[in-house]
């Protein structure tokens, strides 16, 4: 890592979380499956991640953790996104770095029980 590191990199973009998650996905899809990065939606809204692997579809949301209100954005966007894909399943993934926090791993059902959201802050 200290070999590639470089000053742009002392922040962090939401797209190196999505860099970091793909590296840990592609040897799991491994030529199964793909994955696709920003594809628009049909309402010309662009979605973090999708995969498809092993005949199904994953819908994937990646934020930066900047509290409760922009979870709750993030768990709108990802209800919209599966509305727009005929979805019933997606997953939220943040990335928190405050010293005291929470590692969560929860699903959550919205939408009067018809949207399951499987999320992880790390």
Known sequence: MKAEYRKEDAVFLEQHGRLLFL???????????????EPV?????????????GG???IIELK????????????NQ?????ESRNSNKGYLISFN????????????????????IYEIVV
């Open 97 to 116: 770095f405050n010293e005291n926090k929470e590692y969560i791993q929860n699903t959550i059902i919205l939408k009067n029980g018809s949207k399951e």
């Open 78 to 82: 990802l209800c919209d996104y599966l």
């Open 41 to 53: 939606t049909r309402n010309n809204t662009r979605m973090d991640v999708v995969i498809s692997y």
């Open 23 to 37: 590296c840990f996905m592609k040897p799991i899809i491994n030529g199964k499956g793909n994955y696709y990065v």
């Open 56 to 58: 199904q579809e994953y």
């Open 64 to 75: 930066i953790w900047h509290g409760q209100q922009s979870r709750q954005k993030g768990l």
